[in-house]
């Protein structure tokens, strides 16, 4: 399943965009600190919002 990130860092948030469908996607989240994120691809590798923000643990 295809998922893109986008990382807001005026909005020190991560946008997790999740089941592609034509003109968008059906699932979005929002992700801010201290929430912890894994990819679907690789859902062991546990990543922290704040140093995908460059904000540090």
Do not use: C, K, N
Not at 29 to 56: K, N, T, W
């Amino acid at each position: 399943m295809p998922e893109v990130w986008l990382i807001d860092l005026p909005g020190q948030r991560v946008l997790v965009f999740r089941s592609p469908t034509p003109p968008d996607y059906r699932e979005l989240r929002e992700h801010r600190p201290p929430d912890q994120l894994s990819a679907l691809a690789f859902p062991d590798l546990i990543l922290p919002v704040a140093e995908l923000l460059g904000l540090g643990t």
